[in-house]
């Protein structure tokens, strides 16, 4: 991030590295100082970066990597008007790889393997610091563009508004050009040119009868730090009216994010990356233009940071705790006890008890969800070994994976092993891995499937039929168990459609040689039409909900 009077704001580092072990040493090295961003390949780094234009201080960026390496991406960055400016320290056991990613424009290097944490650091934040000294310097006051002011200056000049006017209510507001680039691809760069002109000409005119200054922040974004305006549509208003002159029928979509009567205790930085919060959810939709910024929006990502911060803490001091859901065998004329499924829950000591879905796809997204996976496996194991022992009780246990683990090449062993250390076998477990997972990088997936599948573990697809799975993609996917999304489930006694549909994924699990679980069973009705359909397993309410162990030791033996 930038300038902001000396004061020190918690700046973004993005890694980027395909090995899961060197990202979480780094990751764990730096986020006490940092946020931290991951990618797994260059191609996910660009998105990153642009996902994040002009918030990421340094890329730490490994060169030997899949899918677009190293020294690709450092060319692409340097080629980009935006990019070019984030200093990159190249990760690499080399020396010879340094000496050419120097000369291609990176900034500095760190050796693997990182045995000097504070050598890192310090390296880290002086390739920061120089680079801000370099990016202000370098800046100057108006964008020739536009004549609008920089950034630098603006965030100097916004402060100053606040200063003279303390008690003015003002807001943040954040402008961008939806796919900018394909106006320069289709009408040229001057064309494109003109569009930010009138853009900034329009801003400049909302702007007449009010306190406020806007600056061009990056390529295609604007912000705007003005007296408050309980409404921004004549702002679009504006701006369409100015590019539909330039061009008939031109179709060019701007996002804008307000945070509306900024909260004048945030650093100015904040404010804006609040009002980029907001725009970022207009990503995709067509049907708006403004995103107001609101509390909740904070209060989601501040609770998504306390996930990612308190995961180790969590684990270690065991806040998170499984249940178990039995599931049954429906063939019979009475259900028998065919397995049991393994869900997470966190006793967070400030949030209380929460469902996995509000912290699965934060800690997915930064690369710590297989220590998770890894906790559940080892208690449910354990688990199943006690009750084998107890209870003689004879059915696999099946854990939710996350397809991270699937790119792990230590995940089969880590697997095997807990099995050992109890006397048993994979094929006492079945891994459930949900739909989406398999849509995504599909022969990788699929081979590492098939290795689990070789070893002798059952593969379960979770959720069917809620993600976007192809049948011809399915054809070749290897598994064992087709799971039937509980979304089927929950209406199929009153909806013919529904019933129908189901029909057909069994046809389809029939043709594939595969049974079918039905998940999230509550009613009789649900059970017999699914029963009737001829699911071979069901679970859900209808028998119990999900136990803790010692609960579900009575469930058993009341059942028995
Ligand atoms: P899933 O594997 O499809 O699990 C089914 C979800 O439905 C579970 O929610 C379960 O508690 C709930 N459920 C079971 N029976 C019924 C019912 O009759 N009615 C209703 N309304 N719900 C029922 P939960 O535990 O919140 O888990 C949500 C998802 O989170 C799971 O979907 C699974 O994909 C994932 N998950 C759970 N535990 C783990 C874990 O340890 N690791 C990973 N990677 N993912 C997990
Ligand atoms: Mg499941
Ligand atoms: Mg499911």
Not at 208 to 229: I, K
Not at 387 to 409: Q, T
Not at 430 to 457: C, K, N, P
Request: aromatic share 10%; charged share 25%.
């Amino acid at each position: 991030m930038y300038f902001n009077d000396g004061e020190s704001v918690k700046r973004f580092v993005l890694i980027v590295e395909d090995e899961l072990i060197n990202r979480e040493i780094l990751g764990n090295m730096l986020r006490d100082d940092y946020h931290v961003l991951y990618a797994v390949n260059g191609l996910e780094a660009l998105d990153t970066l642009r996902e994040n234009e002009g918030m990421v201080s340094v890329v730490l960026l490994d060169l030997m990597m899949p899918e677009m390496n190293g020294f690709e991406v450092i060319e692409a960055m340097r080629a980009d008007e935006v990019m070019r400016h984030v200093p990159i320290i190249v990760l690499t056991a080399e020396e010879d790889a340094e000496v050419r990613t120097l000369n291609l424009g990176a900034s500095d290097f760190i050796r693997k393997p990182y045995n000097m944490p504070d050598v890192i650091r310090a390296r880290i934040a002086r390739t920061i610091e120089l680079s801000e000294d370099r990016n202000f310097i370098e800046s100057n006051e108006r964008d020739s563009l536009t004549d609008l002011y920089s950034k630098t200056f603006f965030y100097k000049y916004a402060e100053m508004i606040d200063k003279y006017h303390p008690d003015l209510r003002t807001d943040a507001v954040i402008l961008n050009v939806e796919h900018f680039h394909l106006v320069n691809e289709i009408y040229g760069r001057s064309f494109g040119d003109n569009v930010l002109k009138s853009i900034a000409g329009s801003m400049r005119q909302f702007m007449s009868d009010s306190e406020g200054l806007a600056c061009r922040s990056e390529a295609d974004t604007f912000f705007m730090y003005l007296s408050h305006h309980p409404s921004y549509d004549a702002l679009i208003g504006l701006i369409q009216d100015g590019l539909s002159s330039l061009l008939e029928n031109l179709h060019v979509r701007i996002r804008m994010g307000v945070y509306s009567k900024v909260d004048h205790a945030l650093p100015m930085e904040e404010r804006f990356s609040d009002a980029r919060f907001a725009c970022n959810t207009l990503r995709g939709n067509y049907l708006r233009s403004i995103a107001y910024y609101d509390m909740s929006l904070r209060e989601h990502s501040i609770f998504e940071e306390h996930m990612v911060s308190d995961i180790h803490e969590g684990l270690e001091k065991e806040q998170f705790i499984v249940v178990y859901q039995p599931k049954y065998d429906v063939t019979g004329s009475e259900p028998v006890l065919s397995g049991i499924e393994a869900y997470v829950r966190w006793n967070h000591p400030a949030y209380g008890m929460i469902r996995p879905k509000s912290f699965l796809s934060v800690l997915e997204q930064n690369g710590l969800i297989h220590l998770l996976d890894r906790y559940v496996i080892t208690k449910s194991v354990g688990q199943l070994a006690k009750w084998r022992e107890e209870i003689s009780l004879d059915v696999p246990m099946s854990v939710n994976i996350s397809r991270i683990n699937l790119y792990d090449g230590g995940f089969p062993d880590f697997l095997r092993g807990q099995l050992d250390s109890h006397g048993m076998t994979p094929a006492d477990m079945i891994l459930e891995i949900t739909e989406s997972s398999y849509s995504s990088d599909m022969r990788q997936l699929i081979d590492a499937v098939e290795r689990l599948r070789r070893i002798g573990f059952k593969i379960e697809m979770d959720d069917f039929g809620s993600g976007y799975s192809s049948l011809t993609s399915l054809n070749s996917m290897p598994i064992d168990v087709l799971g039937l999304d509980a979304g089927f489930v929950t209406s199929i006694h009153e909806d013919d459609k529904v019933r129908r549909l189901v029909r057909l994924i069994k046809d389809i699990a029939d043709y594939m040689g595969v049974p079918v679980n039905a998940e999230g069973v509550e009613l009789a009705s649900q059970y017999d039409l699914l029963r009737e359909i001829g699911c071979r397993y069901m679970q859900g309410y209808y028998f119990t909900k999900p136990l803790p162990a010692d609960e579900f030791s009575i469930y058993l033996a009341d059942m028995a």
